[in-house]
């Protein structure tokens, strides 16, 4: 009878400690399935903060991934181009629509002393804003693709700081960086091939 009794102990420890195995595979394979199955979202952020070392030129808004690369002038020019990175960040195709010469609608920006600046040129992609188009830009992004988005503002010459950069898109959404350096870049000097 205790020789019997004790089998059935043996079988239910061993019957347990197998349970127990069995439970912590299963925790295991789940574990690894969730962290397969990372958003797009995640993935595209991850990437970001990766490939810039920091996030603060990078602003997400719902399902598009803003990323400012630079604003820039050459010399002697009014025109200061800011020049960003856009990429959808859903499983689906995002449409997007900006303005380039809207004064409700386009981007804008700020400088230090709080005067406000609306862009007057649009490029998304391809597209362009032009006056026939009612300065709008419509354009598809392409989920994990960035498409480039240039946006030009007619800026004082003396101006080497933004207080902010403000995109407008949809006509109601809106994603806003802050303490943006605009870079000069110098007019290449062309040589001077006449024959003495």
């Keep these: 009878m205790l020789l019997s009794g004790s089998k059935t102990n043996k079988s239910l420890l061993y ?4 349970l127990s195995g069995l439970a912590c595979s299963l925790f295991s394979i789940a574990s690894i399935s969730i962290a397969a199955t990372t958003s797009v979202e995640e993935k595209q952020m991850l990437k970001q903060d990766t490939a810039t070392g920091e ?4 602003i997400q808004q719902e399902n598009i991934s803003f990323n400012l690369q630079k604003c820039q002038r050459n010399a002697q ?3 200061v181009s800011c020049q960003l990175l856009i990429t959808a960040t859903s499983e689906m195709n995002q449409r997007i629509q900006l303005y380039g010469n809207r004064e409700t609608a386009s981007p804008r920006v700020f400088d230090l002393s709080g005067n406000e ?4 040129f649009v ?6 804003s032009t006056s026939d188009s009612n300065g709008s830009v419509v354009n598809e992004l ?5 498409t480039k988005l240039i946006v030009n503002f007619d800026l004082p010459q003396d101006l080497t700081q933004l207080a902010a ?3 407008k898109y949809d006509s109601y959404k809106q994603a806003a960086f802050r303490d943006i ?8 000097v062309r040589p001077n091939n006449r024959k003495k």
């Design 15 to 18: 019957s347990s400690v197998y």
């Design 55 to 58: 996030n603060s030129n990078v």
């Design 77 to 79: 020019s009014k025109i």
């Design 117 to 120: 600046y609306t862009a007057n």
């Design 123 to 128: 490029q998304l992609g391809k597209y362009k």
């Design 142 to 146: 392409i989920p994990g693709i960035a």
């Design 165 to 167: 950069l403000e995109i």
């Design 181 to 188: 350096k605009i870079t000069t870049v110098a007019n290449a």
